[in-house]
């Protein structure tokens, strides 16, 4: 019954932007936080930005600055926008509740390369 669909990933160059969507059902959107997680070939998936249900944001060390996180409460979306985008930013990108892990999408792929 949960839906996480993940969109708006795809190749740019180094110093570029993307706006990555999150359409979401099956559960209490608004008493949610929510997150986007990343991960790389033979790496752990770990969380670059979480939101809290007042739109409160959080992000990780290596992104902060660049990315923010979004959501609309009134469509259960996500967004994370993302600017200076890094080589090292590639990966594919999730979009997920913070605190239950039960069901994940299918993710879309970012590729930051020159």
């Known amino acids: 019954q949960v839906q996480l669909v993940e969109s708006g990933g795809g190749s740019v160059q180094p110093g570029g932007s993307l706006r990555l969507s999150c359409a979401t059902s099956?559960?209490?959107?608004?008493?949610?936080?929510m997150a986007w997680y990343r991960q790389t070939p033979g790496k752990q998936r770990d969380a670059v930005a979480r939101?809290?249900?007042?739109?409160?944001?959080t992000y990780a060390d290596s992104v902060k600055g660049r990315f923010m996180i979004s959501r609309d409460n009134g469509k259960n979306m996500v967004y994370l926008q993302m600017n200076s985008l890094k080589p090292e930013d590639t990966a594919v990108y999730y979009c997920?509740?913070?605190?239950?892990?039960?069901?994940w999408g299918q993710g879309t792929q970012v590729t930051v390369s020159s």
């Open positions: 997920q509740r913070y605190f239950d892990h039960s069901y």
């Open positions: 099956g559960f209490d959107f608004n008493i949610t936080t």
């Open positions: 939101v809290t249900t007042r739109g409160g944001a």
